[in-house]
């Protein structure tokens, strides 16, 4: 072999190494909830956790079979209709016990914010079947359904729950404990799918919720249990949501041991290759209050869980007492708004006649940011390789701000025609702001080479990028 020939494959080897070591982005929208692609952060540049602004009440659970501790709720949307179950349920303060047994409600909207309680007359209460009373058997505790995305899905089980139940079965020497498998082809009409619990390894006094990952092609489980005496998550999968994996406890960054109930995780609609949650942390020593945090993983099992609440207790009202201030599980993209999404807390909790759901609203990617202050800041990535032909930035800046991109190479070195000094500065608030070079820099070119993107943020938020 020739020195020429020598030359060449041991450049090709050594680039073919470069590019393995690179993350590949492709054309996916990557958001900046943690510091995955993050190679450092130079100067006052920072990942920053923000807070959803709060709305109007949506919901009062002011019917003789809700009451004051309505719970677990869900909502999802469901083509141009928007679905919401819960607990009805009940608890007299003075007599301290509950006065109507637990079931499943509904409501739906076409708006996400004015919602209906239908008449179905499914099921009696007090001698009336004009409720909006959907399930009254085991599971009405914590009743979790969810639209089965599996492609192979059956229409008589285009809708799944899980809910926790003990049964006693004859022959049976002691209960069955765990969580039941619920279907139903329009998601009014449900059904036990076995008359045995799926998952018994756990403590399930919570809301244990399941979907199809469309990204792994598997059911996904997240249930309460206590590890070591502290209430935490476990997470298990299934292929046909009969027959689970033995679950295993959630890891997290944030090292801190504290009671977490329920969990509200979920594929990040955006980004699906990543699942986002709203754990509550449950402070039994502080009168047994609750509030939301904000959490997402790469692989559904390791967390990055942030210690600050996102709903605190003054937002805005009713939510300082006992277990006042669960967020839903759900995510909403309401109709004619593409530059938001609308999630749901609840609030007065045991403390009148009823208690109240509230909207609340967050950007579009915008559960957290790199950030910078007017004194400016770096954030440099990791090498990445991708696809597309432009830079698309959702982000914010002061009136005084602004945002420039450098591409680098493996060494460090501005990318020609890509240099931050050929960066057309970026200002104001732009959900998809592409990024444009001076010059006829093509980056089309440079796709599937391994790239570091440099963000130089000034009084700025940046919230996500994609190539595409």
Same mark, same amino acid.
């Given at each position: 072999?020739?020195?020429?020939?020598?030359?060449?494959?041991?450049?090709?080897i050594?680039?073919?190494?470069?590019?393995?070591?690179?993350?590949?982005?492709?054309?996916?929208?990557?958001?900046?909830?943690?510091?995955?692609?993050?190679?450092?952060?130079? +100067?006052?540049?920072?990942?920053?956790?923000?807070r959803?602004?709060?709305?109007?009440?949506?919901?009062?659970?002011?019917?003789?079979?809700?009451?004051?501790?309505c719970?677990?709720?869900?909502?999802?949307?469901?083509?141009?209709?928007?679905?919401? &179950?819960?607990?009805? /349920?009940?608890?007299?303060?003075?007599?301290?016990?509950?006065?109507?047994?637990?079931?499943?409600?509904?409501?739906e909207?076409?708006d996400?914010?004015?919602?209906?309680?239908?008449?179905?007359?499914?099921?009696?209460?007090?001698? /009336?079947?004009?409720?909006?009373i959907?399930?009254?058997?085991?599971?009405?505790?914590?009743?979790?359904?969810?639209?089965?995305?599996?492609?192979?899905?059956?229409?008589?089980?285009?809708y799944?729950?899980?809910?926790h139940?003990?049964a006693?079965?004859?022959?049976?020497?002691?209960?069955?404990?765990?969580?039941?498998?619920?279907?139903s082809?329009?998601?009014?009409?449900?059904?036990?799918?076995?008359?045995?619990?799926? @998952?018994?390894?756990?403590?399930?006094?919570?809301?244990?919720?399941?979907?199809?990952?469309?990204?792994? *092609?598997? &059911?996904?489980?997240?249930h309460?249990?206590?590890?070591?005496?502290?209430?935490?998550?476990?997470?298990?999968?299934?292929?046909d949501?009969?027959?689970?994996?033995?679950?295993?406890?959630?890891?997290?960054?944030?090292?801190?041991?504290?009671?977490?109930?329920?969990?509200?995780?979920q594929?990040?609609?955006?980004?699906?290759?990543?699942?986002?949650?709203?754990?509550?942390? &449950?402070?039994?020593n502080q009168g047994?209050?609750?509030?939301?945090?904000?959490?997402?993983?790469?692989?559904?099992l390791?967390? *990055?869980?942030?210690?600050?609440?996102?709903?605190?207790e003054?937002?805005?009202?009713?939510?300082?007492?006992?277990?006042?201030?669960?967020?839903?599980?759900?995510?909403?993209?309401?109709p +004619?708004?593409?530059?938001e999404?609308?999630?749901?807390?609840?609030?007065?909790?045991?403390?009148?006649?009823?208690?109240?759901?509230?909207?609340?609203?967050?950007?579009?990617?915008?559960?957290?940011?790199?950030?910078?202050?007017?004194?400016?800041?770096?954030?440099?990535?990791?090498?990445?390789?991708?696809?597309?032909?432009?830079?698309?930035?959702?982000?914010?800046?002061?009136?005084?701000?602004?945002?420039?991109?450098?591409?680098q190479?493996?060494?460090?070195?501005? @990318?020609?025609?890509?240099?931050?000094?050929?960066?057309?500065?970026?200002?104001?608030d732009? @959900?998809?702001?592409?990024?444009?070079?001076?010059?006829?820099?093509?980056?089309?070119?440079?796709?599937?080479?391994?790239?570091?993107v440099?963000?130089?943020?000034?009084?700025?938020?940046l919230?996500s990028?994609?190539?595409?």
């Amino acid at each position: 072999m020739s020195s020429l020939s020598v030359a060449v494959a041991a450049f090709s080897i050594a680039f073919t190494c470069i590019a393995a070591d690179a993350i590949k982005i492709g054309n996916r929208l990557e958001p900046f909830f943690d510091d995955f692609l993050i190679e450092k952060l130079e +100067g006052g540049a920072a990942l920053r956790l923000h807070r959803p602004e709060p709305k109007e009440v949506v919901l009062v659970t002011d019917k003789p079979w809700e009451g004051n501790t309505c719970a677990y709720y869900t909502i999802f949307q469901d083509g141009d209709k928007y679905r919401m &179950y819960y607990r009805g /349920s009940h608890w007299d303060v003075a007599a301290k016990k509950s006065t109507h047994p637990e079931m499943v409600c509904y409501a739906e909207s076409t708006d996400g914010i004015n919602w209906t309680k239908p008449e179905l007359g499914q099921y009696e209460f007090n001698g /009336s079947k004009q409720n909006n009373i959907v399930w009254n058997g085991i599971g009405g505790h914590n009743f979790a359904p969810f639209k089965d995305t599996n492609p192979d899905c059956a229409p008589e089980a285009r809708y799944k729950a899980l809910a926790h139940g003990r049964a006693v079965k004859k022959g049976d020497k002691k209960p069955s404990n765990g969580l039941y498998a619920f279907q139903s082809p329009d998601g009014l009409h449900w059904k036990l799918m076995s008359d045995r619990p799926v @998952i018994t390894e756990g403590a399930f006094d919570s809301q244990n919720l399941a979907f199809y990952d469309n990204v792994n *092609n598997t &059911y996904r489980d997240y249930h309460r249990w206590f590890n070591n005496r502290v209430r935490d998550i476990m997470l298990c999968t299934s292929k046909d949501f009969l027959t689970w994996t033995k679950p295993v406890g959630l890891k997290y960054t944030e090292k801190a041991r504290e009671h977490l109930y329920t969990n509200a995780i979920q594929p990040y609609e955006r980004a699906p290759h990543i699942f986002i949650g709203f754990p509550t942390r &449950y402070l039994p020593n502080q009168g047994q209050r609750v509030e939301p945090t904000f959490m997402t993983s790469r692989d559904g099992l390791n967390f *990055n869980r942030w210690p600050d609440a996102v709903i605190p207790e003054d937002a805005p009202k009713d939510r300082k007492g006992n277990r006042s201030n669960y967020m839903t599980r759900g995510l909403l993209k309401l109709p +004619g708004n593409d530059r938001e999404y609308s999630i749901y807390a609840t609030e007065a909790y045991y403390t009148g006649p009823d208690s109240r759901v509230r909207r609340f609203t967050y950007r579009v990617d915008g559960f957290a940011s790199a950030s910078a202050d007017a004194k400016g800041g770096t954030l440099v990535t990791k090498p990445v390789t991708f696809v597309g032909r432009e830079l698309i930035l959702n982000c914010r800046t002061g009136s005084k701000g602004q945002i420039r991109v450098e591409l680098q190479d493996r060494d460090g070195k501005a @990318i020609k025609g890509f240099a931050l000094r050929d960066c057309r500065a970026i200002s104001g608030d732009q @959900i998809a702001q592409s990024v444009a070079w001076k010059g006829e820099a093509n980056l089309q070119a440079l796709s599937r080479e391994p790239v570091s993107v440099v963000f130089e943020l000034r009084d700025a938020d940046l919230f996500s990028m994609q190539f595409r």
